[in-house]
């Protein structure tokens, strides 16, 4: 059996021995009836960005097939502001190639992520994740190259003060214990999380740990590996439910918000990208950065601003990004380099083997992993996943498209930190970011027809986005609470648990 699936976390992909992608309705049939599950959840996710579950008891075979088969009506009006009361019935179907055992039910439960359908039996088209599909596919279509995409989590964890080995302020960067206090926790999710499926490359202390009223809070990361892009915004909104529901079993609050307090490490999500084409990744060409990857870079800083209305979807998501704090506002890319909006980060693209050199016992490897990939450092937790990595497919594609693409990247490249004095005439060519969501909204409203093109986003789609983000009204939010603490956490805690 392939070593993949025999070391898979997942007990579904484990007892069938089947990849996810070939699990099939007789499979799940199969593993309840064999393994006792007495138990099936649906979930999927709203316009709030978090997911929604629906409950059946397995009572006979009869009825378990006819749920795997047909799904079951949801009210989309409930779920979904641009569904109508009058016409709002849609039927959720169940996705195989996402089932896991529940780790949090005490009865046996089989859980699986569902699509949407509307009342013709067909793919709701404003369904964000069928938003992304048609990115991706028109993606391939265009390039001949598929996207991947994975995911940094940050968020904090905030717990009880007890008073021993406290860290030192905003100084938590790969913390250990016992000056990190929740490394277990994150560990325990981590493993779960790969039990729903999550492909995770590692987890780690961030910055951000300090206490507050009697409180810590300490701030972490779980990042995942490259994967399929439906797969990676999969694996993002179930780590966060993992997360969040592991949180509450232990007495701890949790917030992936991106501020969190005045002069502190905000919350980003990091989106990560690589282009594969057979299996090899297309990134790199001759131990450089390829052709391919600089164009897909222009393409996404082209629409940069636009595509914060899909990944920084509140007021306090503004208040992160500021200059000086690791946090991208111009518009711009650079190697290795934190203060610009595109990185790309440390590859493995040098000839000299790092592993004989620290254990000379073994033999010096001629090959090199393909593992570069390019980072969009923007948006955070309360973006929606599935609309944020399919604005970025798409911006990436209109890259493919642009004759000046080549001549752009180097137009928009930065060396160095782009807040250096060396900078200031870089910096002042460069356009910035969105400051609220107000800007957001008029920065996509500008490009929707980028984005509406070949039908990826649905016109209704795109208006609910604009009109929610200038229902906040935060034009002149940031001036209004300048000097004003209260107001300030009063601002935070209202979006604490965003998305």
Known sequence: ????????????????????????KADIIHFIKENGIKMVNFMYPADDNRLKTLNFVVNSEEYLDSILTYGERVDGSSLFPFIEA??????????????????????????????????????????????????????????GMEFYAMGELEYYVISDDIGLFGATDQKGYHESAPFAKFNEFRTECMYLIAQTGGQIKYGHNEVGNFTLNNKIFEQNEIEFLPVNALEAADSLMLAKWIIRTLAVKKGYDVTFAPKITEGKAGSGLHI?????????????????????????????????????????KVPTSYFRLVPHQEAPTSICWGDRNRSVLVRVPLGWTGDNDMCSQANPLETPSD???????????????????????????????KGFEDADALKRADELY???????DANKEKLNSLKSLPTNCSESAAALDAARNVFEEHGVF????????????????????????SGNRQEMLNLVNKYWHCG
């Not at 849609?90 to 569902?114: G, H, K, N, Q, W």
């Open 86 to 143: 009058g016409n709002s019935d849609l039927y959720v179907i169940p996705r195989f190639s996402t089932a896991f055992v529940d780790p949090f039910a005490e009865i046996p439960t089989l859980s699986m992520l569902c699509s949407f359908f509307n009342n013709e039996g067909k793919p709701l088209p404003s369904s964000p994740e069928q938003s992304l599909r048609r990115a991706l596919e028109l993606f391939k279509k265009e390039t």
């Open 367 to 397: 090959t090199r992993p393909e593992k570069q990939t390019v980072e969009l450092r923007s948006a955070d937790g309360s973006a929606d996943v599935y609309q944020l990595i399919a604005a970025m497919v798409t911006a990436a594609r």
């Open 414 to 420: 930065v060396s160095v930190n782009i807040h250096n």
């Open 1 to 24: 059996m392939n070593t993949n699936i025999t070391l898979n976390p997942n007990k579904v992909v484990q007892y069938l021995g089947k990849a996810p992608e070939e699990i099939r």
């Open 272 to 312: 990560h990208f690589k282009l594969m084409k057979e299996g090899h990744n297309m990134m790199t060409e001759n131990g450089r950065l390829s052709d391919n990857a600089r164009r897909a870079i222009v393409g996404i800083l082209e629409y940069a601003d636009a595509i914060t209305a899909m990944g920084n």
């Open 458 to 481: 649905p016109p209704q789609l795109i208006d609910g986005i604009i009109k929610k983000l200038k229902s906040y009204n935060d034009k002149n939010l940031r001036a209004e609470l």
